[in-house]
């Protein structure tokens, strides 16, 4: 691919490093490529970040035909710049793409659009330490026109922002309300998908579960309202009785997170029978009444792992672990972390280097 580069005669402004606000502070340069039906993917191009031109009438502002990713950079102690698993990213963004009828971008195409965008912002990706370059991805429909179909054209645009440390105070478990009224996906719908739509679809439980001092909602299954599915935008995994569970995917109300998938294997590797399957809200429930739910922790790219303190059921209190982060949570925190910058070897073949 020829991707033509255009460079910045006016530098951004960079945030402190020691206080970056997430997603708010874009880096100098994006990345864009159109695609036209009967044409593909063309025009590949990094310019300067800023406004695009679109008419009000294009389809993604009207019917969300729209999917993203998200994904980090690496600066390690040597200087060297790193992706996690962006292969991962590309794949699950072509199986979003299929069930929204947007076309795939190849995936060679995908990942040298990321990594020459990265290496021509490097001295973007910051080096304080837990900091990192984040990358978002983005595929959305431009016809400009009000009728329901799949969009004809669409645009490709990676954009990145320096992201500051997600614990700077250290880890603190949360506090989550269990959301029994609204959902945020059903069986056969876009659950699985990552796209805007399912977040749109989560905006009103949250904000209300804010409201009332709780940093997440755990999501139940959008058919019975019973099955644990997820903890506001991360997967959910849960120590009962010595054995990990995490919600089953075969839903497809699940996203498939890839930190889910790494932690995963992990805990395999390190002798942990990891059961995916239904977990009914009465399970998790029963397990913190009788003392056999002993750790439960989000995972995802932004957070790595989010220890779970407190869950709030029908007007009562559940407190895991007395509040405190577990063994295991902050084992998978360590590990991944080590692995994502550097500091520990990886065996797995996670690791992708971009300069
Ligand atoms: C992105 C996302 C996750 C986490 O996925 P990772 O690949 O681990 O970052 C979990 N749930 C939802 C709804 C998401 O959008």
Redesign the pocket.
């Known amino acids: 691919m020829d991707i033509k580069i255009t460079k910045t005669t006016a530098p951004r402004q960079k945030p402190d490093p020691n206080n970056i606000p997430f997603g708010t502070f874009f880096s100098d340069h994006m990345f864009l490529m159109d695609y036209a039906k009967g044409k593909g993917w063309y025009d590949p191009r990094i310019v300067p970040y800023g406004p695009l031109s679109l008419e009000p009438s294009i389809m993604a502002l009207h019917y969300a035909q729209e999917a993203f990713e998200?994904l980090k950079a690496y600066r390690t102690a040597d200087g060297h710049i790193q992706l996690f698993r962006p292969t991962?990213?590309i794949a699950?963004m072509a199986r979003s793409c299929e069930k929204l009828c947007i076309p795939e971008v190849p995936a060679d195409m995908y990942l040298e659009a990321i990594k020459a965008l990265v290496e021509v912002d490097k001295d973007w990706v910051p080096s304080a330490p837990d900091t990192s370059l984040y990358i978002r991805p983005l595929v959305f429909a431009t016809d400009p026109q009000l009728g329901v179909h799949a969009s004809h054209t669409y645009i490709f645009c990676i954009m990145t922002c320096p992201v500051g440390s997600y614990y700077p105070e250290g880890i603190n478990p949360v506090r989550i309300a269990i959301e029994g009224r609204e959902v945020?996906a059903v069986r056969g719908g876009t659950g699985f998908a990552?796209c805007g739509g399912?977040?749109a679809a989560s905006l009103h439980a949250s904000e209300l579960a804010g409201e009332k001092g709780f940093s997440q909602v755990l999501w139940l299954d959008g058919v019975e309202q019973r099955y644990i599915e997820?903890v506001g935008?991360?997967?959910v995994m849960f120590k009962i009785g010595g054995k990990i569970v995490t919600p089953s995917l075969a839903s497809g109300s699940v996203?498939p997170?890839?930190?889910?998938k790494s932690a995963v294997q992990l805990l395999t590797e390190w002798g942990y029978e990891v059961q995916e399957r239904n977990i009914a809200i009465d399970e998790l429930i029963a397990a913190a009444e009788d003392g056999t739910l002993e750790e439960a922790w989000g995972?995802?790219?932004?957070a790595v792992v989010s220890p779970i303190g407190e869950i709030f059921y029908h007007d009562k209190d559940y407190t895991i672990n007395a509040g405190q982060i577990g063994p295991v949570t902050r084992k998978l925190y360590d590990t991944i972390t080590g692995i994502q910058w550097g500091k520990t070897a990886d065996p797995y073949g996670w690791i992708v280097p971009v300069v």
């Not at 995972?299 to 932004?302: D, H, N, P, Q």
């Open positions: 998200g991962e990213n699950r945020r990552k399912n977040y997820e935008s991360m997967n996203l997170g890839i930190t889910r995972t995802g790219t932004a």
